[in-house]
């Protein structure tokens, strides 16, 4: 089983991981965009997202610029579906405080997350990949969206009860 961590500063959007004390990898979110880029094991990605009928992010290897992967979320649930060529994988929280989550294959084999906010720690029974990377980058996507859905409804409930 390998256990990686990972951790950012409480007012810093950069992540950066750990294996055995010794960095291996970072995901960076855009400050202005739910996009990111990220680097592990000296591979480098670009999670672009793309908006339409339904939220969906290209994953782009930023060496050859070809897309290795794309993510899918959900509607109403936090979920998503994460394809890499053939493969098909579902990520989605695993407790109701959202600070466990999941990637699952379709044989059950999963990558567990555990953290929130500063700091967390991933196992797996794989080293670490591009899907340490993405299963970050779709809980910072949905840790994001609940913010701006707060920094947009709040005030309005605010004016409501006044």
Known sequence: MKNISWKKGFFKCAFNIFSEGQKIG????????????????????RFRVREGMTNRVEIIDMDTQEQVGKIRF??????????????TYTWKFSNLWETQWKITD??????NYKGW??????????????LTLTGLFI???YWQMAAIYVAIFLPALTLAWV
């Open 26 to 45: 970072e995901l960076k979110p855009s400050k202005l965009t739910l996009s990111a880029t990220g680097k592990i094991d000296q591979e480098r990605y």
């Open 74 to 87: 959900g509607h109403w649930l936090p979920k998503a579906t994460i394809q890499f060529r053939e493969e």
């Open 106 to 111: 379709t044989d059950q084999n999963a990558v």
């Open 117 to 130: 906010a500063c700091a967390g720690s991933i196992s797996s029974e794989a080293p670490a990949s591009l």
């Open 139 to 141: 809980s910072n996507y």
